[in-house]
């Protein structure tokens, strides 16, 4: 028998929002398997699919840059150990001028950016991303990025405060189209822009949880197959763009996918970014901490 830590248990409630102990016997069940724990709770409770994957861990912001004729831009996360540091204009300077230098040079990574010349600077982005670590006094670092370049449509992003960023490729439509699909995909998250982008292991995991619910509620079999293919067309409407329905949609109704038809527009590709996301962040006890020194202390 596996051992079940409190910090299984933590990370299970997290996913599912249900109780501890509900989430502590499911391990025991599955043997400390998280997904096994994870889909069997789902699958008696109803619980939704995983939060854990919108929770934001680690500081920092979201930057952009699109160059003046759209066809060229970048998105970047650019994270520090603190929201202080993160509010700090050197640092949102910085980051404005990481995207810049991305969008403009066209690094193949992480490491070919850092000897760029970053841009409105002087000196490397190393050199610059360096001398800002040793103003400020804590750690910063350039996590990731995406850069897009089209030559039949047009770029835009949206920032959401500086903690969600979108970049999205598009033809077709004005503007004001492009940054209200940008603003949609930092409201939904979705997760592709159709079906074709959604892993093919996330939806056989919808179909069989959906089945075994269905089972669990007395469903007949003939009748299992049906049921779970409502299921995984009402999952692909939920986790994609062209499925999703368009925020700003007047009738609540409209989706993105009617949107795009009706101004005869299409998206390419879309890349956001939220800060943190993924990052286990360490949760600090000073409380304990001071306890054990004194403690070491009196020893």
Do not use: W
């Not at 970048?74 to 640092?91: G, L, M, P, S």
């Not at 050199?127 to 040793?134: G, H, I, N, P, Q």
Request: glycine residues 8%.
């Amino acid at each position: 028998m596996a051992e079940i830590t409190a910090a299984m248990v933590k990370e299970l409630r997290e996913a599912t929002g249900l109780g501890m102990m509900e989430c502590k016997k499911a391990l025991v069940e599955a043997n400390g398997d998280a997904k096994v724990a994870e889909e069997q709770l789902r699958i008696k409770s109803g619980a939704k699919a995983s939060k854990a994957a919108s929770r934001v861990t680690a500081e920092g912001i979201v930057s952009a840059f699109i160059a003046p004729d759209a066809k060229s831009g970048a998105v970047v996360e650019i994270n520090c150990e603190t929201d202080f540091v993160a509010k700090n204009d050197d640092f949102i300077a910085f980051a404005k001028n990481v995207a810049e230098t991305v969008a403009k040079q066209n690094p193949v990574d992480i490491d070919a950016l850092s000897g760029m010349a970053l841009a409105n600077a002087e000196g490397s982005v190393e050199e610059v991303r360096k001398a800002l670590v040793m103003k400020i006094g804590e750690n910063i670092t350039i996590r990731r990025f995406e850069r897009y370049e089209t030559s039949t449509g047009k770029l835009s992003s949206y920032l959401h405060g500086s903690k969600i960023g979108v970049l999205v490729d598009y033809a077709g439509g004005d503007e004001a189209l492009g940054r209200d699909i940008a603003m949609h995909i930092a409201a939904s998250k979705p997760k592709s822009i159709d079906a074709s982008g959604v892993n093919a292991e996330e939806i056989e995991t919808e179909r069989r949880i959906a089945i075994e619910k269905a089972k669990e509620s007395g469903k007949p079999e003939a009748m299992l197959d049906k049921i779970a293919e409502g299921t995984v067309q009402k999952f692909l409407r939920e986790v994609t763009l062209m499925g999703q329905i368009f925020v700003k949609a007047e009738d609540g109704k409209q989706t993105v996918e009617q949107l795009l038809k009706g101004k005869g527009a299409s998206v390419t590709a879309f890349q956001m970014y939220v800060v943190g996301e993924g990052i286990e962040k360490k949760v600090e006890d000073y409380a304990a901490e001071v306890a054990a020194a004194v403690a070491a202390a009196q020893g």
